[in-house]
């Protein structure tokens, strides 16, 4: 696919494409800092595309995903009590299916800033520490990287989708721990 020098839209993204500077960064309106950060990790617009190219065998095993994530939670009796008190595994497991298909749709504008400034409010809320929340997230990383690798064949797709999901869950964890 061909990229010229233009400011164009995939979605409700902006997008600015360079070929001078080289990599396609994204940028959101209004949103300086953060686009600084988009900027520093490298996230580009190349990213966003294998986003869309992960997402439907991220789609077929998030069943998988979410259970093996929810039972390393459970092991923790601290995070059980939180669960217990405030919802029930089954809705966590809906909603955490739900926020992780929305991350591979790469829709990376202001609502996906907002929405998780919220989770981070709740988390709070909660009484979820940064710690268990980082945990909670490298067991994430650990099933999308199976994933990737039972999926994907290529050696060269299989380190590209492995660099864009971990810019994907910085930048989640930037903004969710801001
Ligand atoms: C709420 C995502 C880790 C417990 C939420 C919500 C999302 C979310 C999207 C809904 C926020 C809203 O209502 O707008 C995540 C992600 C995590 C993570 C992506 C890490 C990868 C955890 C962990 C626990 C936890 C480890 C363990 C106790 C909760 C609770 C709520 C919540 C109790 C509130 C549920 C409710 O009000 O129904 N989380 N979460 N989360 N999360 Fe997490």
Do not use: C
Request: no cysteine; proline share 2%; net charge negative.
């Amino acid at each position: 696919q061909e990229l010229t020098d233009a400011t164009y839209s995939i979605d409700r993204i902006k997008v600015i494409t360079n070929l001078d500077t080289g990599p396609v960064y994204l940028e959101i309106e209004g949103e300086q800092e953060i686009n600084e950060q988009l900027r520093m990790i490298d996230l580009s617009a190349s990213d966003i595309e294998l986003l869309h190219q992960m997402k439907p065998f991220i789609e077929k095993r998030i069943e998988w995903i979410t259970s093996t994530f929810y039972q390393s939670v459970l092991d923790v009796p601290k995070l059980t009590e939180i669960i217990i008190k405030h919802s029930t595994v089954e809705r966590l497991k809906m909603t955490l299916q739900e926020h992780l298909l929305d991350m591979f749709s790469g829709n990376i504008d202001q609502e996906f800033i907002s929405k998780r400034l919220r989770i981070a409010k709740v988390h709070k809320k909660v009484g979820l520490e940064p710690k268990w929340y980082l945990s909670a997230f490298q067991n994430l990383q650990n099933a999308f990287l199976k994933v990737i690798y039972d999926e994907i064949k290529s050696e060269d797709l299989r380190l590209q989708m492995i660099k864009t999901t971990s810019k994907l869950l910085s930048l989640e964890q930037q903004l969710v721990l801001e």
